[in-house]
């Protein structure tokens, strides 16, 4: 298996539900990321790990809760959300280059969670 | 002001049209520049990176305009398979304080 893949492809979960979204590359990349897209909304950065350690987290509600054993996996937890984080979520992975993390991006098909 | 501002469309082009779309952004440090492609209900794919010097893949072409601060993307002889969200992003900053600032993006329709 090539690429980034993801599972589940569909989830809906009520809010006081606990489930994980996983991740897994199989490109080699020492970068791994959670994307957020929401309708009418460009692509909201959530989480970076780099070399298995987190680098970026962009004030994204303790509700959610990343999980990074090595690096080509990477995990969602996600507990009592809310109806508003109803949106399409992305992993994506990378090389890490000369000029850091975040160049060039080969995404999973994601997970479009509904939330209800 | 958005930081990555790109004019939603839609473009409706029929088949063989050549179509162009630009992509302003606000932080005049910026390095490195995207066009990524997204498929309805599908991830974003890299379309191509955007060099200093322009370039080219096929039907597409690529520019950047630091004194403007814009970058295009043209598209010769629209196929049906073009029609698509085109993302643009462009990374700013370095090593880990690098950030990816995405675009809303374009979507393009290219009709029979």
């Known amino acids: 298996e090539t690429g980034v893949t993801q599972t589940p492809r569909h989830l809906v979960m009520g809010m006081t539900n606990k489930k994980s979204l996983k991740c897994e590359q199989h490109l080699g990349h020492n970068a791994m990321y959670w994307y957020k897209q929401s309708a009418k909304k460009p692509l909201e950065l959530m989480f970076v790990y780099s070399l298995e350690e987190r680098v970026e987290n962009n004030s994204v509600p303790s509700r959610f809760s990343p999980e990074c054993p090595n690096s080509s996996h990477l995990f969602l937890h996600l507990h009592t959300l809310q109806p508003e984080d109803s949106a399409l979520y992305l992993c994506?992975?990378?090389?890490?280059?000369?000029?850091?993390?975040?160049?060039?991006?080969?995404f999973g098909s994601g997970t479009q969670l509904s939330v209800l | 002001r958005k930081e990555v501002e790109q004019d939603p469309g839609p473009f409706n082009v029929p088949e063989g049209a050549t179509v162009a779309f630009n992509c302003t952004y606000s932080?005049?440090?910026?390095?490195?520049f995207f066009w990524y492609r997204q498929d309805c209900r599908k991830e974003p794919k890299l379309l191509m990176s955007v060099y200093s010097s322009g370039n080219e893949d096929g039907r597409f072409t690529a520019q950047l305009n630091r004194a403007s601060q814009y970058i295009s993307l043209l598209i010769r002889d629209s196929k049906l398979s073009d029609s698509a969200t085109y993302l643009c992003?462009?990374?700013?900053?370095?090593?880990?304080?690098?950030?990816?600032?995405w675009g809303l993006g374009t979507s393009l329709a290219v009709n029979p």
């Open positions: 994506a992975s990378s090389q890490d280059g000369m000029w850091g993390f975040n160049e060039k991006l080969f």
């Open positions: 932080n005049s440090a910026s390095q490195s």
């Open positions: 992003v462009v990374n700013r900053g370095a090593g880990n304080n690098r950030k990816l600032i």
